[in-house]
């Protein structure tokens, strides 16, 4: 059964780096693509980009000058990070299988960006 | 980018009846790589469809998509009391888009 879980700090400041890391947990990091997706609090879904095992990656471009995904095989992990954060990334931040369609999905944790 | 827009925003519906949701993009979606999702409060959402007509795996046989190109539909067959959620529509054959959803709410 497979199983992602997302973790991270809940609250970053103005023009900080968020950081969240997704665990996952019955499949091995080594086979699919590991995508981020968020959700702004009452509003709709947001690709953020996904990466292959190979380490290649893909990042909407709206986000590309401000976003790194990267991944750890040894612990089974991936993570994103999202530098000079504004209010206006304040999200749900999923982590999901999958480049394209996303069968499998974390909870998704709420990040706050305020000072 | 391909831009996806979803229609319509809300859809008022009684338990039984027939859904149907429509996803037109702005330019043709390359192989129908094309995915629908459902999403109830507080869930991340859940995979229903892909490749525009597949569905994923333990969807119930009410869910059905279709279109290819520009054009794609989410069609509910007879609505269960489960079933009232906010659908998404994703394309996923260039650099991956979502619609803005449609909130399918009891009439």
């Known amino acids: 059964q497979v199983q992602l879980q997302e973790s991270g700090p809940g609250l970053v400041k103005p023009s900080e780096t968020l950081s969240l890391t997704c665990i996952v947990s019955?499949?091995?990091?080594?086979?699919?693509?590991w995508s981020w997706i968020r959700q702004p609090p009452g509003k709709g879904l947001e690709w953020i980009g996904y990466?292959?095992?190979?380490?290649?990656?893909n990042y909407n471009p709206s986000l590309n000058s401000r976003v790194t995904i990267s991944l750890d095989t040894s612990k089974n992990q991936f993570s994103l990070n999202l530098s000079s954060v504004t209010a206006a990334d304040t999200a749900v931040y999923y982590c999901?299988?999958?480049?394209?369609?996303?069968?499998?999905w974390g909870q998704g944790t709420l990040v706050t960006v305020s000072s | 980018e391909i831009v996806l827009t979803q229609s319509p925003g809300t859809l008022s519906l009684s338990p039984g009846e027939r859904a149907t949701l429509s996803c037109r993009a702005s330019?043709?979606?390359?192989?129908?790589?094309l995915a629908w999702y459902q999403q109830k409060p507080g869930q991340a959402p859940r995979l229903l469809i892909y490749?525009?007509?597949s569905r994923a795996t333990g969807i119930p046989d009410r869910f059905s998509g279709s279109g290819s190109g520009t054009d794609f539909t989410l069609t509910i067959s007879r609505l269960e009391p489960e079933d009232f959620a906010v659908y998404y529509c994703?394309?996923?054959?260039?650099?991956?888009?979502f619609g803005g959803g449609t909130k399918v709410e009891i009439k």
């Open positions: 999901a299988s999958g480049g394209g369609k996303h069968d499998y």
């Open positions: 994703q394309q996923y054959g260039s650099s991956p888009t």
């Open positions: 990466i292959y095992y190979s380490g290649s990656t």
């Open positions: 019955g499949v091995s990091i080594r086979t699919y693509y």
């Open positions: 330019q043709s979606v390359s192989g129908s790589y």
């Open positions: 490749r525009a007509s």
